[in-house]
């Protein structure tokens, strides 16, 4: 099974930090994906990669940033944490078009 | 703009029932529409997934039906048991390779009761 594998389960942070979420996949896929997860709102797609040093905007990428140097390797980065960037953090993978994705187990973010 | 519409919101159904959630879309490009499963603290997983050119998918007690004309898919639990508690979100995708991606309903928490 593919395994997509976020770096950490929960992350306290304070407003104005730099923050680095990571996520790694194990199965050569070509698309990753980050989304966040708030109550009522579902999932909403920040940022997506479909090849290493590729990065497209999703639909809410303002005040954030993502790296892909390696295939497996996809980072989020809050370039400076605000209280309403708290929420859950959902990293995915897919091999592309058809094939679904694979999510990691989430970071629940908080920014005080 | 809402591209995939879910409802409902929530869902309350006694053990041995039938759930069932629906989805609408407006981009007619859209050509693969999966269904995930999110128990909590977990993130989601593929549950089943049709593309448009059948009208219904069954896998055990999950069955997704599509109508196309009408822009509509739905997924139904039959024999709904507490196990099967959790968020559902539909979902579709445009075809085509490069920048893939799935656009999803805002989710639907189903609570199955004894």
Known sequence: DVKVTQS???LVKRTGEK???ECVQDMDHENMFWYRQDPGLGLRLIYFSY???MKEKGDIPEGYSVSREKKERFSLILESASTNQ???YLCASSFGWGYGYTFGSGTRLTVV | QQQVKQSPQSLIVQKGGISIINCAYENTAFDYFPWYQQFPGKGPALLIAIRPDVSEKKEGRFTISFNKSAKQFSLHIMDS???DSATYFCAASTP???SYQLTFG???KL???P
């Open chain 2, 106 to 108: 805002k989710g639907t």
């Open chain 2, 96 to 98: 085509g390779a490069g």
């Open chain 1, 86 to 88: 708290t929420s859950m």
């Open chain 1, 51 to 53: 090849d290493v040093k």
């Open chain 1, 19 to 21: 923050v680095f979420l």
């Open chain 2, 111 to 113: 609570s199955v009761i």
């Open chain 1, 8 to 10: 950490s389960r929960y």
């Open chain 2, 81 to 83: 048991q507490p196990g």
